[in-house]
């Protein structure tokens, strides 16, 4: 039986700005701009202890076009680790770091192998195994054409992969780069498909596995979980095992937490230290966000004091190697009162809670109504535009504020 094993990496983003740092402890601070880093060690790492044959790099390995060369000196020195083991590199380059840069050139080990700006093939050998390893680099930072018209299989080979930078059809929320739909890859009849570009691991199709391994590192809140690599094993018995490999040495998690049945705020602090506590688990740094929803008292306190609340439970915390640091909260709670029978009332809380719902029901997004202010190039330079469950929630959380406020008015 022949076979070979191999790590589907992307986005590595080394040394990324990351976003939502400048209220973080500086110990913090540091710790985050590290782990991208940490990320490419665990790499290395998983390489060695799995013995694989090759490590494949599917686009995105630097965060911007203007590379440091801090980032990389990293890389080079992982990558000379990986050649001392006879592991072999093969790289492409994406939208964040295409080729038309500028950065300092190095010298890379031999055991490196980049793609140039059009599709082109590596062999890989191993004893009596030929592998064939399809690929092309960014040439420039949009790449808008459908690519996979261009690789086609070349020669005799035991195993094709191809690698892939780019948005498949369906994927929302993401720039449509080197746009491809999985029955275009599914046509090439390849073996597997190591696929960049998509920060959240997905499987898109099984026999063959065409695979978004996601980033190795979570960079900000809309990042969540675990992230890492996946170890791939082909066979000639046309079986591949696929096994995901955590690299992420810092992680974003959202935790519910519900107000119902408590009225002290001590008794709240200690549901969401139960919460915090049950995730340290995980031997990591965690950047948590609390959502608090049900209904109670202590509503009207998470409305005005919920920012309090949060920093006696993160007080210590950036002292500590798996650390639970809550970065955002969100409040979705609901006070002693019955939202239908306001709408019945006649005053302005009913007229509040009738706007609210219009908004929510509308087919026009938040996003149309604030499209002349996100069309600013000095707005889109520093303001992302939300999501739909970023705009529900900015909703939500204004309806709750304004209910409150206007209820303790008329209750006094």
Not at 6 to 26: N, V, Y
Not at 60 to 68: C, H
Not at 124 to 133: G, M, N, S
Not at 177 to 199: R, T
């Amino acid at each position: 039986m022949k076979n070979i094993r191999f790590i589907h990496a992307a986005d590595l983003h080394l040394d990324s700005p990351f976003q939502g740092l400048k209220d973080l402890p500086e110990v913090l601070v540091d710790r985050v701009k590290e782990s991208t880093f940490e990320a490419l060690q665990r790499i290395v790492f998983h390489a060695i202890e799995y013995q694989v044959d090759f490590v494949i790099f599917a686009g995105d390995l630097f965060d911007g076009e203007n590379r440091s060369y801090k980032a990389q000196s990293r890389l080079k020195k992982a990558f000379e680790e990986l050649d001392y083991y006879g592991i072999a590199c093969y790289i492409i380059h994406g939208n964040h770091d295409h080729l038309k840069g500028n950065w300092i050139s190095l010298t890379w080990p031999k055991n490196v192998f980049f793609f140039k700006d059009q599709v082109e093939c590596f062999d890989y050998k191993k004893e009596e195994i030929t592998v064939h390893i399809y690929g092309f680099s960014y040439p420039e930072k949009s790449v808008t054409e459908n690519m996979t018209s261009y690789y086609q299989k070349v020669g005799n080979a035991n195993f094709h992969i191809g690698v892939l930078h780019g948005t498949a059809e369906g994927q929302q929320g993401h720039d449509s780069y080197a746009p491809f739909s999985v029955k275009h890859l599914l046509e090439k009849n390849f073996d597997y498909w190591a696929l960049g570009h998509i920060h959240k691991k997905q499987i898109l199709h099984q026999k063959p596995y065409i695979v978004y391994s996601g980033n190795t590192q979570g960079r900000h809140k809309k990042e969540l979980g675990e992230k890492g690599v996946y170890l791939v094993e082909l066979s000639d018995t046309n079986t591949t095992a696929l096994t995901f490999l955590p690299t992420s040495q810092i992680y974003w998690e959202e935790f519910v937490v519900s107000i119902d049945g408590i009225e002290e705020v001590d008794i709240l602090k200690n549901r969401c230290e139960a919460v915090l506590e049950e995730a340290k688990k995980i031997q990591k740094g965690l950047f948590a966000i609390l959502r608090f929803t049900g209904v109670g008292q202590l509503h009207d306190y998470l409305i005005e004091e919920v920012d309090d609340l949060i920093e006696i439970l993160n007080i210590g915390q950036e002292e500590k190697s798996s650390f639970t640091y809550v970065i955002d909260k969100k409040v979705e709670t609901i006070g002693q009162w019955d939202r239908e029978q306001l709408k019945r009332e006649q005053h302005l809380v009913k007229d509040i809670v009738t706007v609210v719902d219009r908004l929510f029901d509308r087919e026009e997004s938040m996003i149309e109504i604030l499209d002349e202010l996100y069309s600013n190039p000095k707005v889109k330079r520093y303001v992302e535009p939300l999501t739909v469950e970023e705009q529900k929630q900015l909703l939500q959380e204004a309806e709750n504020y304004l209910l409150a406020l206007l209820l303790k008015e008329k209750d006094e």
